[in-house]
């Protein structure tokens, strides 16, 4: 006998069940649903209903919506940042300043989870030396202290904070910043190539804060430079990554680390910048500045992550019309 099943006549055999059908054409009754003439056989009588000559069979069975792809975990694989050598497994890194004190500091860096953590250079108090310092809430041999020259307007004093650095801890790996005036805290990039060509020479791993040019960075990476790290907008301004181009175009010259740095305000911000291809974001007022510092550290922490693997996922194409999720092949 003859019956349309699933749009199309086939021939069966004669008398034959709908479980016998099934069986037939190999297909597990429990994946599948089946209608016949516009009715659903419930499945618990698929060994008593006879299929009749002629009769119209649906059998449909569920799919994904959407295209077929390569799964997310098969592409994934452990996922490092690596700076000068050393290798990360947080690609958030976060400033200290602006806590409330360093308990509060120490637990929000608990909560983000960053391996590297920035620190300013400044006098000791010595008219009350008994006063609590970082170092016995942040402990450096668990965390990677990177000293940076926060405050710095030139090349002079960016070098002269460096070296006490490196003379205090033995510090190598370190942030160059030198400031361009207050209002702003943008960058002056000629001061910072002259104190960054000195560091290099000095033996110095540097890690640069720099404007957000692509023609400025690829000098800083010719120079010598470990890592290249643009503002996504003025320090502490929290208005989050004001040039996606200039720093996406960063990120596809550079061999060396890019790392947005300054500007970040909210989880949805570092996640922009991890999905531009960013290999980490250095950030400090969007949590310390925060109602809630340890909860955004957290936010923070799993922001960088999602976009990360936005990122290595592959982002969809962007269309000006709508494309369904749910194939038409195979409609009922």
Not at 183 to 212: H, N, Q, R, W
Request: hydrophobic share 45%; aromatic share 4%.
């Amino acid at each position: 006998m003859q019956v349309m099943l699933n749009g199309e006549a086939k021939q069966i055999q004669a008398p034959m069940t709908v479980k016998e059908l099934l069986e037939s054409l190999g297909l597990d009754p429990r994946k599948i649903a089946v209608e016949r003439n516009l009715e659903i056989v419930p499945r618990s009588t698929y060994g008593e209903i006879r299929v009749g000559d002629g009769d119209r069979l649906e059998i449909v069975h569920f799919i994904g919506g959407g295209d077929d792809g390569v799964p997310l975990a098969a592409r994934e694989k452990q996922d490092a940042l690596v700076v000068a050598g050393r290798r990360f497994n947080s690609r958030l890194l976060v400033g200290t300043g602006k806590y409330k004190d360093f308990e509060e500091t120490a637990r929000a860096i608990e909560a983000s989870g960053a391996e590297i953590v920035t620190v300013a250079v400044r006098r000791v108090n010595v008219s009350d030396p008994k006063q609590p310092m970082l170092m016995d809430y942040v402990d450096p041999k668990k965390f990677t202290y990177l000293p940076n020259t926060a405050g710095c307007y030139t090349a002079q004093d960016a070098l002269r904070t460096l070296r006490l650095a490196r003379e205090a801890g033995g510090w190598k790996l370190v942030k160059l910043e030198v400031l361009g005036d207050q209002k702003t805290l943008y960058p002056d990039m000629t001061e910072t190539l002259a104190a960054a060509k000195v560091l290099i020479a000095e033996g110095f791993e540097v890690m640069v804060y720099c404007s957000d040019d692509p023609i400025m960075a690829k000098k800083l990476e010719e120079m010598g430079c470990v890592a290249i790290m643009p503002l996504a907008a003025p320090i502490g301004s929290g208005l989050g990554v004001q040039n996606p181009v200039g720093i996406r175009i960063i990120v596809e010259n550079a061999k060396v680390p890019v790392l947005v740095d300054a500007g970040v305000g909210t989880a949805s911000d570092a996640a922009i910048a991890m999905e531009l291809g960013c290999d980490g974001v250095l950030m400090n007022t969007a949590i310390a500045e925060a109602k809630n510092p340890v909860l955004m550290a957290r936010a923070m922490k799993l922001a960088v992550e999602s976009g990360r693997l936005a990122y290595l996922a592959g982002r969809m194409p962007r269309r000006l019309y709508a494309d369904p999720s749910s194939p038409l092949a195979g409609l009922i």
